[in-house]
Each structure stands twice: as C-alpha cells, then as structure tokens.
C-alpha cells in the first residue's frame, strides 16, 4: 500500500481544559469558523467544519434514501405523517386529536 504524504500547515494546542486552540492564520487557510467537530481516526485528528458535517450527513442519508429506490418527492410525501406519528408518540392521541379538530375544523 503507497503512502499518502499530507503537507504540514500548522499546529494546535489542547490547554489544561481539553479545548483546542487553532491559530487563526491556520483556521482561515482550511475554512474552518465557528463550531467545529473534531474526529478522531487511529492516531490522528479530524477538525469538521459543521457546515461540512452536515452535508456529508445529508449526502450519506440522500444517498441510503435513494439507493433503496425512493425519489426525494417520494419522502417529501410522507413527512406529513412522519410528523404526525412524532406528535402522537410524544403528546398522545387525544391531545392530537383536540389540536387536529381545532386547527382543522372541516375534516
């Protein structure tokens, strides 16, 4: 197996707290701002941006989705009642039911 050689560009320092401190001459040449998830692999550190962390998350559960065969239109079709049984689970029936007949009186 080659080995793949990864330019240094800087280093961070974790203080007696656990935080980790990255220069922001090193934050703003790989793009990371705000919150960050740090990932570890085997030996080594992955810094994610949030922003990056949620569309990989997104990739991964669009491609999960589609790979079974379902369209987005597919899933948009449904969040309607996901929602309700995710109201019924954590509120009850009856609250949905009061909610439901008052919000839409006519069905």
């Known amino acids: 197996m080659e080995s793949t050689q990864v330019p240094l560009i800087g280093s961070a320092v974790v203080d007696e707290l656990g935080r980790l401190f990255v220069p922001k001459p090193i934050r703003d040449k ?30 991964n559960i669009q491609s999960a989705v589609l790979r079974d065969g379902e369209t987005v239109e597919d899933i948009l079709a449904q969040l309607p009642a996901a929602g309700r049984e995710s109201f019924i689970a954590k509120y009850g029936e009856e609250l949905t039911a009061e909610l439901e007949g008052e919000l839409c009186p006519n069905e």
Do not use: D
């Open 30 to 59: 790989v793009g990371l701002s705000g919150r960050v998830t740090l990932i570890v692999l085997g030996n080594g550190l992955l810094l994610l941006p949030q922003q990056q962390e949620f569309e990989a998350r997104a990739s």
